[in-house]
């Protein structure tokens, strides 16, 4: 079935370990983004790539990093983790930057 | 910059009330504007959309138009189910930048 495949589906981490969650698209969509959802605050943009090749930070880019080395992968690299990274990740794609999102499962990151 | 606004929940409906969700926006140029409805666990799935001023989108018996004068995009439904409890978030989509969503408003229906 297409779509969005995030991985894990959850996980607890130690504050200052180094974790990388992955997100893959068959949809060949060009553009991919990475948001996080908190009680209150609703998603937040942390970082987003209109093409492969090419990334952008969001709203939230501080503490994460990405990169986009093809157009299905996404990984969003968290260098070192701290409690306020608590959160559920959700990965998104479009067919390009002007059209509606398909949304990944999320992943649950705790830290502790 | 773009915002969404949306009414705070949680919402407490009985089934086959009238369901109605406010959202409005603040946006230069012209967005699109959607809905998107998250089941508990799951991702965020999209619910209708609409693309420019005056259009109406519709799905699974919700609908929304497009009010330009008024900045909104108010959802409603005239017959809620138990299995319409949800989370529900207003978007925009301003050309070229990635969505913007509201902080959205819990649905809960009860029977």
């Known amino acids: 079935i297409a779509g969005i495949t995030q991985a894990p589906t959850s996980q607890i981490l130690a504050a200052g370990r180094r974790m990388t969650l992955r997100c893959t698209q068959d949809m060949r969509h060009n553009a991919m983004y990475w948001y996080r959802q908190d009680l209150g605050l609703g998603l937040r943009l942390i970082h987003y790539s209109n093409t492969a090749g090419t990334t952008g930070k969001g709203e939230v880019p501080d503490g994460y990093s990405v990169s986009r080395a093809n157009t299905d992968d996404f990984p969003l690299t968290l260098a070192s983790a701290v409690p306020s990274q608590t959160s559920v990740y959700f990965c998104?794609?479009?067919?390009?930057?002007?059209?509606?999102?398909?949304f990944g499962q999320g992943t649950r990151l705790t830290v502790v | 910059g773009d915002s969404v606004t949306q009414m705070e929940g949680p919402v407490t409906l009985s089934e086959e009330a009238f369901l109605t969700i406010n959202c409005t926006y603040t946006a230069t140029g012209y967005p699109s504007l959607f809905w998107y409805v998250q089941y508990p666990g799951e991702g965020l799935q999209l619910l209708l959309k609409?693309?420019?001023?005056?259009d109406k989108g519709s799905n699974k018996g919700f609908e929304a138009t497009y009010r330009k004068e008024t900045t909104s995009f108010h959802l409603e439904k005239g017959s809620v189910q138990v299995s319409d409890s949800a989370v529900y978030f207003c978007?925009?989509?301003?050309?070229?930048?990635?969505?913007?969503f509201g902080k959205g408003t819990s649905l809960l229906v009860t029977p």
């Open positions: 998104a794609s479009s067919i390009d930057p002007n059209t509606e999102a398909f």
């Open positions: 978007a925009l989509r301003n050309s070229g930048y990635a969505l913007n």
């Open positions: 609409a693309t420019k001023a005056d």
